[in-house]
């Protein structure tokens, strides 16, 4: 039964590149979130996603951030033209559909990606 | 907007000692859930207690407890006889509902607790 998978857990990029982190949910998980994590600070909300649909992006950067969950594959999350400032741990994370309202299902995280920008 | 606020960047406690850890919330709304997540030096978010707003008994698990005072925005996480295995990061966390009808999980800036053995 595995859980969130995410990889690589560790990317280095320089400035200028393109970075992708993949997240692979749960098993019988629809529900994908992305949160970053810079150093000395908690996690931040970026996206929530289901399959084919971004449903919450008020988190993500406006520029360069895009997010995926394809009907097949793992989600990806994908910076462009990544900037020093762009260095953080990102998780995700999944959960299961709840029922309306608020569910009592919580987010599962993955191991996060550490992106290191040189 | 909802706000989580952990007063102490960083505690330290005798093994076999007691802590506890402070959380605070603002919030106007009546349900939601809190947590507490622990991230160890391997970085995973490990879940360790949640405890849904509608509920007055107070959550435990185990050696993890809270101290939930609703009125107050108050959630604090007691953890008794540490364990060296406890020393991690604690992040205080709140859940809710957003206008896109999706749940959302706000973060504190995080406890870094020590165990001394």
């Known amino acids: 039964n595995a859980g969130v998978m995410q990889n690589p857990r560790h990317l280095v990029r320089r400035r200028g590149q393109e970075a992708r982190l993949r997240c692979s949910p749960m098993?019988?998980?629809?529900?994908v979130y992305w949160y970053r994590q810079l150093p000395e600070e908690g996690l931040k909300f970026m996206v929530y996603?289901?399959?084919?649909?971004?449903?919450?992006e008020s988190g993500m950067p406006k520029e360069r951030f895009s997010a995926e969950f394809p009907k097949e594959g793992p989600s990806i999350l994908r910076i462009q033209q990544v900037v020093r400032g762009d260095s953080a741990a990102y998780f995700c994370?999944?959960?299961?559909?709840?029922?309306?309202?608020?569910?009592?299902?919580?987010?599962?995280f993955g191991d996060g990606t550490r992106l290191s920008i040189l | 907007a909802q706000t989580v606020t952990q007063s102490q960047p960083e505690m330290s406690v005798q093994e076999a000692e007691t802590v506890t850890l402070s959380c605070t919330y603002d919030t106007s709304e009546s349900d939601y859930y809190l947590f507490w997540y622990k991230q160890p030096p391997s970085r995973q978010m490990i879940l360790v207690i949640r405890?849904?707003?509608?509920?007055?008994q107070n959550a435990t698990e185990n050696r993890f407890s809270v101290n939930f005072q609703k009125a107050a925005k108050s959630f604090s996480l007691k953890i008794s006889d540490s364990q060296l295995g406890d020393a991690a990061m604690y992040f205080c966390?709140?859940?809710?509902?957003?206008?896109?009808?999706?749940?959302?999980?706000?973060f504190g800036t995080g406890t870094r607790l020590t165990i001394i053995p």
């Open positions: 405890q849904e707003a509608y509920k007055q």
């Open positions: 966390a709140y859940r809710t509902l957003t206008n896109f009808g999706n749940e959302k999980l706000t």
């Open positions: 996603l289901q399959k084919e649909n971004i449903i919450d």
């Open positions: 098993k019988g998980h629809s529900h």
């Open positions: 994370a999944s959960s299961r559909p709840g029922q309306g309202g608020l569910s009592n299902q919580p987010q599962h």
